[in-house]
């Protein structure tokens, strides 16, 4: 049973979903030999960030101030996924110190995070009405949706050469959501493997109906597949909107020529440049590119040349006078979005009652870390860089034994990560709902001395 088949399903389930499969082969330079069990209880011991953590999930419900909502945090489903792929879901817990001694105890391979329920998941059976009351909005982008475009790896593979592809997604979706939605407090996170998650943290997204989370993903959602289908994209009317032309103004059209075309030499082969030649609806046309490609495929030009020749010839033959269509000129840009533009899984987006990793989990199968990542400087994250469980190990053992839980982390190169966590996000999002509870305690205070002066 797949995360999605379970979603409703029992406390304690097994699933043999891609996610839980223990045979899967390293990506990114982690490799199997970055996880070991073993070392998961000292991780949870001496290195996770359990407080951190909990302050996030209580968004200032854990503090004295008379709007604080005590039940808030005890309300919040957490999920688990113990050795041999054993699945717990609907957990929940009453403090930060059941949460932690929760998960030293069990020792998960992985946490998953779902919604704050209108009752405690774990004792739903004793209430006739269970169901999602708030949740981040989230966002998942997976690299292995993009295989139809990137040719140095495939499936859960990555490298440097297609990761590229994340740090544009990042950089496209993170403007979108604060700028087009006026979002601040968003969290971005490596999944420790072949993608990264986004959570929109801000009072007004945790509050979205799900019908609200849905328009809001596939505003965000451009590309459609379709073999069959020359339109590979959606990108609207004749006019774009604002957004896709920020899109690619700002990100999309350097990145492809500049990078994307010659890195993954797209055009330089048959089997690759016919991808492309198949999204322009006019045959005269592709007869013709088709015809000049073929002709010359046994040059000796290098292949980076070749694809920006083509590419150039492509540009010139749509865009020039002759083609009269709007549709035809038009072709360029979705050549561009259906190559670069972020692919998100919606399904994940729309329900409150999914679950989405948590961050500082270790990935089972690459044994990295799930760290944030920080969206100004996106270009900056390398995921074969990233600290993976025996690398943590190895770390404490060089350290001189003993000192805080504190000091520990600090010995570690997940210290700065931790650091990034705290005072780029944590700390401006506590600030904020501090407020926003101070705003609404003030509002229902003259609210009733209102209502009492009459």
């Not at 999602?132 to 982008?141: C, G, M």
């Amino acid at each position: 049973m797949t995360r999605e088949g379970a979603e409703y399903g029992r406390d304690d389930m097994v699933i043999d979903g891609e996610e839980a499969k223990a045979g899967d082969q390293k990506v990114g330079g982690g490799g199997l030999d970055g996880f070991d069990p073993n070392f998961l209880k000292i991780y949870y011991g001496k290195l996770f960030p359990h407080g951190d953590m909990y302050k996030w999930m209580s968004y200032g419900n854990d503090g004295k101030h008379p709007s604080c909502d005590k039940s808030y945090f005890s309300r919040r489903e957490f999920s688990y996924t113990l050795a041999d792929n054993i699945y717990m879901r609907f957990q929940s817990f009453e403090s930060a110190a059941e949460l932690e001694n929760s998960i030293k105890e069990k020792c998960p391979f992985k946490i998953d995070i779902g919604a704050v329920y209108n009752v405690p998941p774990a004792k739903k059976h004793a209430y006739g009405h269970f169901t999602p009351a708030e949740r981040e909005l989230v966002f998942d982008i997976d690299i292995t949706d993009y295989d139809d475009v990137r040719y140095c790896c495939s499936g859960a593979d990555i490298c440097l050469g297609c990761w590229p592809l994340m740090t544009v997604a990042i950089k496209v979706i993170d403007t979108a959501l604060r700028e087009d939605f006026g979002f601040n407090h968003i969290l971005w996170a490596y999944s420790g493997r072949r993608g990264v998650h986004c959570w929109v943290c801000d009072g007004k997204a945790r509050r979205l109906t799900n019908e609200q989370r849905g328009s809001v993903a596939e505003y965000l959602h451009v590309y459609r597949g379709g073999e069959n289908s020359h339109r590979k994209v959606s990108l609207g009317g004749l006019g774009r909107h604002p957004s896709l032309v920020r899109a690619y103004t700002e990100v999309l059209k350097d990145f492809f020529e500049k990078r994307w075309l010659t890195g993954q030499n797209i055009l330089s082969i048959e089997e690759r440049f016919e991808k492309i030649l198949d999204m322009i609806p006019d045959e005269s046309v592709t007869s013709e590119l088709r015809g000049r490609w073929l002709d010359n495929k046994r040059s000796s030009t290098n292949k980076d040349d070749i694809s920006v020749a083509r590419w150039d010839q492509l540009k010139h033959i749509l865009q020039s006078s002759k083609q009269k269509a709007q549709g035809l000129r038009r072709c360029v840009e979705e050549i561009v979005f259906f190559c670069s533009y972020p692919r998100l899984d919606i399904g994940v987006s729309k329900q409150m009652n999914h679950l989405l990793k948590a961050p500082f989990c270790v990935h089972p199968q690459t044994g990295r870390v799930c760290v944030p990542i920080d969206p100004q400087n996106c270009e900056d994250f390398d995921p074969t860089t990233v600290p993976t469980l025996s690398q943590l190990f190895e770390e404490l053992n060089r350290g001189e034994v003993g000192g805080d839980k504190e000091t520990e982390l600090n010995r570690t190169s997940l210290g700065e990560h931790v650091k990034f966590f705290r005072s780029s996000f944590l700390q401006p999002l506590l600030k904020s709902c501090k407020e926003e509870m101070e705003s609404s305690y003030r509002a229902n205070l003259q609210q009733t001395n209102n209502s009492l002066s009459w």
